[in-house]
């Protein structure tokens, strides 16, 4: 008999509508698994809906007011990883085959079904289950770290384009969660990774592009190419494929594509936003210049940016000295060493690699204490959504 994997979800659910039914499966596999029953679809349901995933759902065909193959394909839109067994009569096996063929089921089983075979099917299932949710938290472990990797990169290797992602991060979250978008997530890491293909800039060209200063003709051809950078480098990574196509037209005006995604619309919102900001614009006439210009904006989305900044509560500052430091501050001026080494940019937020630079370069080129230091609000503070699978 198929063994059940340790210390994974073993939660059962029985939909049918005859309550003797459900009490002898209950008797019947009460020690194997964790059983709960509903005597109709629609509690079925409303108990999916209301309680922790259920590895494994098991229903019989014949129901009133919603049969099984349908509840069955409620289940599914309601919590997919879940597996689906239905439990059918003799007369109904090419309903039940076709059930499986179109995915709505993991497996049929016949009534009257021996409790051998029942056990079996439901091990099945937890096993699949677990596999499905196991290799979901490998792939996000994996991705997780990937993109750690590519923005501890970014920030040891370009402090400027670094800082400039953290920003426009924190105005895609704010303004995510004003439009309550469902790909919250995806637009959070194309918030982050926007400037991953700034990698092949040096810090003087993106310095006097933020600036306003004229870049050469390579020097801005290399400019223009970052966000096909970072779609090369990021579409080799599994599931990345939409953050990627986002971040690659960042900067594609609306006027030239009506067609472009929300978030590489709101990219070239908070871009151009973040530019104004850094060529001496205060907010309020960095908006009215935005709002002035024809063909480039999507209105709703630039009218949203503008309530979310205007929204932001006043953020509290302190002056730290090194030993002071901790993830999750962020940088409220630029910080370098006395000789103008860049190491981390107005608007950046620490991590511990980020630390470790700023005090190895102050000890080897000196640095001024205190630094004025953007203070995290620890109760409010969300935790980062993991990458989409």
């Known amino acids: 008999m198929t063994q059940l994997q340790e210390g994974k979800n ?6 049918d509508d005859e309550a003797n039914i459900l009490a002898s499966f209950k008797r019947t596999l009460c020690k194997r698994f964790d059983i709960t029953t509903a005597t109709s679809p629609l509690a079925g349901l409303d108990i999916i809906r209301d309680h922790p995933t259920f590895a494994v759902v098991i229903s019989d065909l014949k129901m009133p007011s919603m049969n099984g193959v349908e ?3 409620e289940v599914r839109s309601l919590a997919p990883d879940t597996i689906r067994i239905l439990l059918t009569g003799y007369a109904d096996t090419d309903a039940s085959v076709a059930a499986v ?22 091990e099945a299932g937890v096993n699949q ?8 938290e490998l792939l996000r472990g994996t991705l997780r770290g990937s993109i750690k990797v590519l923005s501890e990169v970014l920030a040891l290797t370009n402090p400027e384009a670094f800082g400039r992602s953290e920003r426009i991060k924190r105005h895609m979250v704010a303004l995510s969660r004003h439009f309550n978008r469902q790909d919250a997530l995806k637009l959070e890491l194309a918030a982050m990774l926007c400037q991953i293909g ?6 003087e060209v993106l310095t006097k592009q933020m600036h306003g200063e ?5 020097e801005q051809q290399l400019f223009d190419m970052h966000p096909s950078v970072g779609y090369d480098l990021l579409n080799h990574i599994p599931r990345m494929r939409d953050v990627a196509q986002i971040i690659q037209q960042q900067n594609v005006p609306l006027g030239h594509d009506k067609d472009l995604h929300f978030g590489s619309r709101a990219l070239k919102i908070m871009l151009d936003y973040d530019t104004l900001l850094s060529r001496g614009m205060v907010p309020g006439e960095a908006l009215l210049h935005m709002r002035d210009t024809r063909g480039v904006y999507d209105k709703e989305i ?11 509560e006043v953020q509290i500052t302190d002056e730290l000295y090194l ?10 001026q630029d910080i370098e060493t006395r000789d103008g080494v860049l190491l981390a940019s107005k608007g950046q937020e620490l991590s511990d690699a980020c630390i470790a630079r700023i005090r190895n370069f102050a000890k080897a080129y000196g640095l001024d204490e205190p630094i004025r230091m953007i203070l995290p609000d620890q109760p409010d503070q969300e935790e980062s959504a993991d990458p989409p699978v």
Not at 101 to 121: D, M, S, Y
Not at 130 to 135: F, G, P, Q
Not at 323 to 332: C, F, N, T
């Open 323 to 332: 030993e002071d430091l901790r993830p999750g501050q962020i940088a409220a």
């Open 101 to 122: 063929n179109e995915g709505a089921v993991f497996r049929f089983l016949t009534k009257p079904c021996q409790t051998e075979t029942l056990i079996r099917a439901i």
């Open 129 to 136: 289950h677990n596999l499905v949710v196991s290799e979901r």
């Open 302 to 312: 630039l009218a949203a940016f503008q309530q979310t900044v205007l929204d932001q």
């Open 214 to 218: 004229e870049l050469d003709g390579e």
């Open 10 to 15: 073993n939660r059962v659910l029985f939909v």
């Open 198 to 203: 700034c990698v092949t800039l040096t810090s």
């Open 71 to 73: 509840f069955l394909h």
